[in-house]
Nanobody, 126 residues
Framework: DVQLQASGGGLVQAGESLRLSCVGS????????ALWFRQAPGKEREGVSC????????QYVPSVKDRFTISRDNAKNAVYLQMNGLKSEDTAIYYC???????????????????WGKGTLVTVSS
């Protein structure tokens, strides 16, 4: 079965850092773009960051640019989100996802998701 298992969420104070991890199984991870989404209380789900296959391009929502960094390790079937300088508005459930890229374009698209993982909660106190 296909699984995306996220971990690394927790409670931190504003200004601190956190690293989220997501490990995929049951599919060819290196043929998929990897994405992070989040949903804050009372708000719509939004794409946070994504990375394409191979030497894939990365994307970031403007609110996290220069603070968050996405990376992947295909040998471990893993995608990471390093979150620095956390703010209270970053509080949300964070979800990892995967999107097939059969033509290996190296691009990622928040609107194109094939597999979803369960969320991990990030809480940033003021």
């Amino acid at each position: 079965d296909v699984q995306l298992q996220a971990s690394g969420g927790g409670l931190v104070q504003a200004g601190e850092s956190l690293r989220l991890s997501c490990v995929g199984s049951g599919f060819q991870f290196d043929d998929f773009a990897a994405l992070w989404f989040r949903q804050a209380p009372g708000k719509e789900r939004e794409g946070v960051s994504c990375i394409g296959v191979g030497y894939g391009r990365t994307q970031y929502v403007p609110s996290v640019k220069d603070r968050f960094t996405i990376s992947r390790d295909n040998a471990k079937n893993a995608v990471y989100l390093q979150m620095n300088g956390l703010k209270s508005e970053d509080t949300a459930i964070y979800y990892c996802a995967a999107a097939a890229d059969p033509f290996r374009t190296g691009y990622c698209n928040f609107n194109d998701v094939d597999y979803w993982g369960k969320g991990t909660l990030v809480t940033v106190s003021s």
